[in-house]
């Protein structure tokens, strides 16, 4: 079994469309939690942490819950330049990072 | 502030092959992360420095790899000899503090080609 595991999508969404990805883990005992987006053929950028008690950041909104071992990102009011491939990581508590697969958005005119 | 640079940017090489591979990290940076990505799979955890000491090489795949950070500033990783299976993107990452459980910052990676 996966470490982390995301839906792959691909998810094709128009203009202004809320969309929203789930992220499951294994590890119960796992401490920190991360969105990173990847630009095609670019590095993994930190999107944003997750923290248990939710957190937003304009537009983008993660949200944890340790009980069913899942993290969500929901974006709002997409736009063209949020055409990425958005990765879920976990630490775990020997500090090791893993990563999904990442879901693949596309944001159509 | 520079980034985490990686050179070469791409490599390609026959197997049997010897590659070096360089990271630099963000000037500061204690820790420092290598990673790799296989063509269809997920960025896979290779080895954690802490300074110059290996704090966890457990993702390393076998004694064919070879990682080194003397002096606790750049890091290089050699694979010898190559083979077919090495291929993927090479990321490196770092940060700041000791505790090794902030923000990773990555590198633009090195896409190994080994034919």
């Known amino acids: 079994r996966k470490e982390v595991e995301q839906d792959p999508g691909p998810f094709n969404v128009p203009e202004g469309a809320t969309v929203a990805f789930n992220c499951t883990y294994s590890?119960?005992?796992?401490?920190?939690f991360f969105w990173y987006r990847q630009d095609c053929r670019k590095e993994p950028k930190l999107l944003m942490s997750?923290?248990?008690s939710g957190n937003e950041d304009g537009r983008f909104t993660a949200q944890l819950n340790r009980a069913s071992q899942y993290i969500s990102l929901l974006i709002r009011d997409s736009k063209l330049s949020d055409s990425a491939t958005y990765l879920c990581?976990?630490?775990?508590?020997?500090?090791?990072?893993?990563f999904g697969t990442g879901t693949s958005l596309t944001v159509i005119p | 502030e520079a980034g985490v640079t990686q050179f070469p940017s791409h490599s390609v090489i026959e197997k049997g092959q010897t590659v070096t591979l360089r990271c630099d990290p963000i000037?500061?940076?204690?820790?420092l992360y290598w990673y790799r990505r296989v063509m269809g799979k997920e960025i896979k955890f290779l080895l954690h420095?802490?300074?110059?000491?290996?704090?966890?090489e457990s993702g390393m795949p076998n004694n064919r790899f070879l990682a080194e950070r003397t002096g606790g500033t750049y890091s290089t990783l050699k694979v010898q000899p190559a083979e077919l299976e090495d291929s993927g993107v090479y990321f490196c990452?770092?940060?700041?503090?000791?505790?090794?459980?902030?923000?990773?910052?990555f590198g633009p990676g090195t896409r190994l080609l080994v034919l």
């Open positions: 997750v923290y248990s």
């Open positions: 590890n119960s005992a796992s401490q920190s």
């Open positions: 420095f802490v300074k110059e000491s290996k704090q966890d």
């Open positions: 990452a770092s940060s700041p503090g000791l505790g090794g459980g902030e923000t990773q910052y």
């Open positions: 000037s500061g940076h204690d820790n």
């Open positions: 990581v976990v630490r775990d508590t020997g500090n090791q990072f893993y």
